[in-house]
């Protein structure tokens, strides 16, 4: 009996990948790998994670694509970080603002929601005043954070996604 010739023989299928990762995982990856040096990618990763977190709600999308168009970054990348972060903002933005009335300099107790409903039903312009305080001093805060948690993230991030991208590399010019 003739032996089938090696190039006849299929190859063997390769595994079926989940819903999860050919859905999901794998179009994230390739839009955050699509054009950017690793530099690029984690300074992308730093400003998506600034903005997303910023302390004012409605500012994430415009802040994020005016610093991605203005430094020349993937802005669907950054827009994509900063809004996987939007869980995270929500879960900040009272204590900030709450910590930032403080620093902006309202006396008395602590930012709550009984406060604001009781300053705008007899104080309208006290409660916008706090609402204002509170507000400058939670940017100020997350300002401060930025300044000093966005260089470290980039300078961690920078060797991992260089090591990650740089073995990424020979299996895309495989194909």
Request: charged share 10%; glycine share 6%.
């Amino acid at each position: 009996m003739p032996q089938p010739s090696p190039l006849l023989v299929p190859a063997s299928p390769e595994p079926p990948t989940s819903w999860w990762r050919r859905k999901l995982l794998q179009p994230l990856l390739n839009l955050l790998k699509q054009g950017l040096t690793p530099q690029q990618l984690a300074l992308t990763i730093v400003l998506g994670t600034a903005t997303g977190l910023v302390p004012v709600l409605g500012i994430t999308t415009l802040t994020a694509t005016a610093l991605a168009v203005r430094l020349r970054l993937n802005v669907a990348a950054t827009l994509l970080i900063a809004h996987l972060w939007s869980p995270v903002q929500l879960l900040l933005l009272i204590p900030l603002m709450s910590q930032g009335a403080r620093l902006w300099g309202s006396n008395g107790p602590a930012l709550t929601l009984e406060k604001l409903q009781y300053l705008f039903s007899h104080d309208t312009l006290g409660a916008l005043r706090l609402l204002w305080h509170a507000i400058l001093g939670g940017l100020a805060l997350w300002a401060g954070a930025c300044c000093i948690l966005g260089p470290v993230l980039y300078l961690l991030l920078r060797p991992i996604l260089t090591h990650f991208m740089a073995r990424q590399r020979p299996l895309d010019t495989e194909v």
